[in-house]
């Protein structure tokens, strides 16, 4: 490839995050977005999605911490609509290679040394639906962290299956406008471990409060948590 060619490449790479999309936590340089759009997918609703971005467009400046895979239209959606920082930590890949290697003994430790986080450092966290696929130790330490990185008034946007699935597969949640999301499946190691019910999901983030809960016809319940003064 011609010097001209990789000048072209880099620059195209530079438009399609933008300037104002800061991300850190992954290498944007020869990443590949595989969650490239194909036409005729299906959209579904989002109900909290527009609520934690109101969330951040009150905030100057506003950091993210996004915990799963790498979406590129998603890390340009919230930099144009919000002029967010964003932090992408690829959990789901980290989970999945836990459990091909049989360490899922060690993963709570490898959280706990993964997300480095100073407290009280971000605004909002993209929890999507991990916390399905977490056993309890690991969700207990994983909901610590997170708690503990948000700043006061900041959100947390989760979701929750109400259904059990056999399906070995995780979802990236493809943002295709404040209130509607694409859900692209794609192979993992296991599928959810299990159904977490309202009581369970409160007490995991106990240093939170439940701002929003929707049931949605997806089998999904979308909660948005606040971190109030009170229990910071």
Known sequence: MSGAEKARGLQA???LFGQRPRVEGIQTVGVIDRAAQPAGEPVFPSKALKKFLAVLRQRPAPVVLDVGAVVGSNVSFLGEQAGCKIH?????????RHIRKAALDAFPGFLQARLTHADASVDGVL????FDYL???SATVLAGILTRVLRVDGALLGFFGTATSR???YVKYVIVDEENLKYRPYPAARGRLRVLQNRDIIKLFGGLRVSDSFLLKTNLREILFR???YLA
Request: hydrophobic content about 30%.
């Open 13 to 15: 790479l530079g438009s």
């Open 88 to 96: 992408v930590e690829d959990l789901y890949d980290d989970l999945d």
């Open 127 to 130: 929890c999507w639906d991990l």
């Open 135 to 137: 056993d309890p130790a």
């Open 167 to 169: 399906d070995a597969r």
């Open 227 to 229: 971190k109030p003064g």
